[in-house]
């Protein structure tokens, strides 16, 4: 599966933002899906995570409550809608996609991810 990412701009602190991430080639519903992120100077840290059937998700403890991640497995695409941003949220914007054993359902670790797009910057200005 390919990955191509989109929706990343700028925001003022408070606002909102939405990415997508829309895969093509593979089996898309079979995959768990992973957002991730990359500040200047900082290493990659995990955002948000999906299972193949978008009812269970989890979330770093920074971004829980304001971002939500979501899929649409008949369009092939993840989605991360960030509220109330923060100046820290800038960062490059990676979605991940992870073909895990049957009996994992939400992946976590960014090298069990196998697939990812190219990253969308998200700058917040406060």
């Known amino acids: 599966v390919q990955l191509q990412a989109s929706g990343g701009g700028v925001a003022r602190a408070g606002g909102s933002l939405s990415l997508s991430c829309r895969a093509s080639g593979g089996v898309f519903a079979k995959h768990v899906m992973g957002w991730f992120r990359q500040a200047p100077g900082k290493e990659r840290e995990f955002v948000a995570t999906i299972n193949w059937s978008g009812d269970n998700t989890d979330y770093s403890e920074s971004v829980k409550g304001r971002f939500t991640i979501s899929r649409d497995n008949a369009k092939m695409t993840v989605y991360l809608q960030m509220n109330n941003l923060k100046s820290e949220d800038t960062a490059v914007y990676y979605c991940?996609?992870?073909?895990?054993?049957?009996?994992?359902?939400?992946?976590?670790?960014?090298?069990?991810?196998?697939?990812w797009g190219r990253g969308t910057l998200v700058t917040v200005s406060s």
């Open positions: 991940a996609a992870a073909l895990p054993p049957w009996t994992i359902d939400l992946v976590y670790n960014s090298r069990e991810y196998s697939r």
